[in-house]
């Protein structure tokens, strides 16, 4: 059974950065992208960033361009989140997921599998 599993999530002050990790377990075929998500409380679940597994194809939310940058290393089956220049409202549980085939979008999906997520908090 794949298990996605994320870490690094914390609190940091405004400004800062952290570095998320999404490592994938389980998983008896090549998938095709692993992607972030996130949500904050009340809002719904918004696009952050996707990765192909092949690489080449790399897509990020227009609220993190500049700022974040996703990454893989395929030996490890991991994937991960590098967030600069926090600011308060990337405050949100953060979560990976993978998409096995191609069809539809990396924004959209659909997606096949989903970690439990990590909790990042930015203050002022």
């Known amino acids: 059974q794949v298990q996605l599993v994320e870490s690094g999530g914390g609190l940091v002050h405004a400004g800062g950065s952290l570095r998320l990790s999404c490592a994938a377990s389980?998983?008896?075929?090549?998938?095709?992208?692993m992607s972030w998500f996130r949500q904050a409380p009340g809002q719904r679940r918004e696009f952050v960033a996707s990765?192909?597994?092949?690489?080449?194809?790399?897509f990020y939310g227009d609220s993190v361009k500049g700022r974040f940058t996703i990454s893989r290393d395929n030996d490890k089956n991991t994937v991960y989140l590098q967030k600069n220049n926090l600011k308060p409202e990337d405050t949100a549980v953060y979560y990976c997921a993978e998409k096995v085939s191609v069809g539809g979008s990396h924004e959209d999906g659909p997606y096949d599998y989903w970690g439990r997520g990590t909790q990042v908090t930015v203050s002022l």
């Open positions: 990765s192909a597994w092949s690489g080449g194809t790399i």
């Open positions: 389980g998983r008896e075929f090549t998938s095709y992208a």
